[in-house]
């Protein structure tokens, strides 16, 4: 019986050479990373780095759509990957990769900024988001920016003015240039790249943007095991900034203050047994 030919393809290479290590369960983790950071272990450390591996590959795959290489994206995943295991802190009660994956967007993200073929791409943290957020908007509105009224769309979407998307788009539109290109004569040696804007506060900002969109993505996800009646209740006493009296609920319901108040014991007590809420709690 003939063998099937071994791939050539490097990344499916990569995915068969790292799927060979096996997922960590919770207690295995926590034991690697308590040897980690209160031994300095580095067989643990690397245990835990390339037990995580695959969901590099899996985060970098939602950037595939900057015109990057998946392997160079891959590739700047896994030293945020290794940040992320230098930093952990495994009493804080939640998994590594939901901590790390702050810091894989972070350094992907910074990648890509850095990778892009405009010069300051993005001077500000507001400018570096709209980056990012542009293409999602362009997709969910199913437009290309063509004409005047794809601007307003856009600048719609993401709340914010005309120019500002109308400037973004000129500069997103312009991959050609090389950021290795001298700027000015041949007696200047400045390069483009050398101008792009060095913001060392940039993984930070990502990393809290990141974890408000997971706890947001979590909170809906965890409200999936409430009822009706439960996440009415919840995000009005809990969630809102004005939350409403026991009473006035009761009085929705045509039911007891004491009821809804058993209810809603009860329904925090289901959102405390989801792991991703757990998880949060436990910061």
């Given at each position: 019986?003939n063998r099937?030919?071994a791939?050539?393809?490097?990344q ?5 050479e790292?799927?060979?290590y096996?997922?960590l369960?919770r207690?295995?983790e926590f034991?690697?990373a308590v040897?980690w ?5 580095i067989?643990a450390a ?5 037990s995580?591996l ?9 950037y ?6 998946l392997m160079d994206l891959v ?14 802190d ?19 993200q910074n990648f890509?900024?850095?990778?892009w073929s405009l ?10 988001k709209l980056?990012?957020?542009m ?11 063509t004409k ?5 769309a856009i600048?719609?979407k993401l709340d914010?003015k005309?120019?500002v ?14 950021l290795?290109s001298s700027i000015g004569?041949?007696e200047?040696?400045?390069?483009y790249?050398d101008?792009?804007s060095?913001?060392?506060a940039?993984?930070a900002?990502?990393i809290?943007?990141?974890e408000?969109?997971?706890l947001a993505?979590?909170?809906k996800d965890?409200?999936k ?7 009415y209740?919840?995000?009005k006493?809990?969630?809102s900034?004005?939350?409403?009296t026991l009473?006035?609920i ?8 004491e009821?809804i108040?058993q209810i809603?014991v009860?329904?925090l007590k ?12 436990a910061?």
């Amino acid at each position: 019986m003939n063998r099937l030919p071994a791939t050539t393809n490097p990344q499916s290479i990569y995915m068969n050479e790292i799927n060979r290590y096996p997922l960590l369960s919770r207690e295995e983790e926590f034991d690697l990373a308590v040897r980690w950071k209160e031994h300095k272990d580095i067989d643990a450390a690397h245990k835990l780095v390339v037990s995580n591996l695959r969901f590099v590959v899996k985060i970098a795959h939602e950037y595939k759509d900057y015109g990057l290489k998946l392997m160079d994206l891959v590739q700047e995943g896994n030293i945020g990957l290794m940040q992320a295991v230098k930093k952990f802190d495994p009493h804080k009660g939640f998994r590594l990769i939901s901590y790390a994956v702050w810091w894989i967007r972070a350094y992907i993200q910074n990648f890509i900024i850095k990778s892009w073929s405009l010069v300051k791409i993005g001077t500000t943290q507001a400018q570096k988001k709209l980056f990012y957020k542009m293409k999602g908007a362009k997709r969910a509105l199913g437009i290309d920016i063509t004409k005047e009224e794809d601007i307003s769309a856009i600048a719609k979407k993401l709340d914010v003015k005309d120019d500002v998307v109308r400037e973004m788009d000129q500069r997103l539109s312009g991959r050609d240039l090389s950021l290795n290109s001298s700027i000015g004569d041949d007696e200047d040696e400045t390069s483009y790249i050398d101008l792009i804007s060095e913001d060392p506060a940039q993984e930070a900002d990502l990393i809290e943007d990141e974890e408000q969109r997971i706890l947001a993505n979590d909170i809906k996800d965890a409200f999936k095991v409430l009822n009706d009646k439960e996440r009415y209740i919840i995000k009005k006493r809990i969630m809102s900034q004005k939350p409403k009296t026991l009473q006035e609920i009761a009085d929705k319901y045509s039911v007891s203050r004491e009821r809804i108040r058993q209810i809603e014991v009860g329904a925090l007590k289901k959102l405390r047994n989801v792991p991703a809420i757990e998880n949060y709690a436990a910061k």
